[in-house]
């Protein structure tokens, strides 16, 4: 007989190499896993900054799942939807009725990004103030600033609002002409802000605006403002109020009307509408002159 051999664990034998350490006692890894203890040690860190956030959680849920949602089911926008409220609710030809029914409506129904009732009364304190002859607004949307405005122009006063979107410009017009309000004294002109600005004075005979409101886009507050100087629109002393320049937030423009030397700055503290935990801002901007 031939020299016995010894069994060992594993694939052995004569000729044959040990494979039973590299193959049997391998430990098997496992891909997109997560331990427990690891996902556990987490779950603090969330709660915290769900607490922390649930306010602009809820405005995120809000303003872009359930909106897109609801659009997609009625095939209509959030403004369109607001208005048709406002057909059912509010009185025709009394601007403050229908302004607190599109209040009623974002703080009950569906958020509505408008300016809402706190901003709105700096607003109009701006305009009973200033008493400007001709007032320029950057961003119609539904109509609500527009109304505010309106409400609160001098005798024979003149209001230029400017909407990008044509849809949601033809529901502000309505809501405009429900409030009472012609042609002449507030005139809705459709169009990117980039585009018009340059055409006020040969189109729209606007020679200089008394006061300037920002409320379309912050990323394009600093690119307008530039404009109206670049046109000479905006005489010595004229007003540029700015919403929204500290949430979503206008760092740009911010910097540039306290550094080029042309502005008294001013910031007026707010909240959001129907989000008061979210801090947010109006800049209110006095023209000195081009320097």
Not at 154 to 162: A, H, K, N, Y
Not at 204 to 215: E, G, K, M
Request: charged share 20%; proline share 7%; glycine share 8%.
């Amino acid at each position: 007989m031939g020299t016995p051999w010894r069994k060992r664990k594993g694939i052995a034998g004569p000729g044959l190499p040990n494979l039973s350490c590299a193959l049997v006692l391998q430990p098997r890894t496992q891909v997109g896993t997560m331990s427990p203890a690891i996902a556990l040690a987490f779950l603090p860190l969330v709660v915290t900054l769900l607490v922390r956030y649930r306010h602009y959680f809820r405005l995120l849920v809000g303003t872009v799942l359930l909106r897109s949602l609801r659009d997609c089911l009625s095939g209509l926008r959030i403004e369109e939807r607001a208005f048709s409220y406002v057909l059912t609710h509010a009185l025709p030809g009394d601007p403050g009725h229908i302004l607190t029914t599109l209040d009623h409506w974002s703080s009950h129904y569906e958020y509505l990004s408008h300016m809402g009732p706190v901003k709105g009364q700096i607003l109009m304190r701006l305009v009973e103030e200033k008493a400007p002859a001709c007032v320029l607004e950057l961003g119609t949307y539904c109509g609500y600033s527009t109304l505010l405005i309106a409400q609160a122009l001098p005798p024979g006063g003149r209001l230029l609002t400017v909407e990008r979107d044509p849809r949601t410009a033809t529901v502000a017009e309505k809501l405009i002409r429900l409030a009472g309000f012609d042609e002449h004294m507030v005139e809705l002109i459709v169009g990117s802000s980039e585009k018009v600005i340059p055409c006020l004075r040969t189109q729209y005979q606007l020679s200089r605006a008394d006061l300037v409101l920002l409320i379309h886009r912050p990323r394009c507050y600093l690119r307008d403002l530039q404009l109206l100087e670049a046109h000479a629109l905006l005489p010595a002393g004229a007003t540029v109020l700015a919403d929204h320049v500290l949430f979503p937030g206008a760092p740009r423009f911010l910097q540039y009307a306290k550094s080029c030397g042309r502005y008294r700055c001013r910031l007026h503290h707010t909240g959001l509408p129907d989000f008061p935990a979210i801090k947010d801002g109006i800049a209110q901007l006095t023209y000195a002159g081009p320097g």
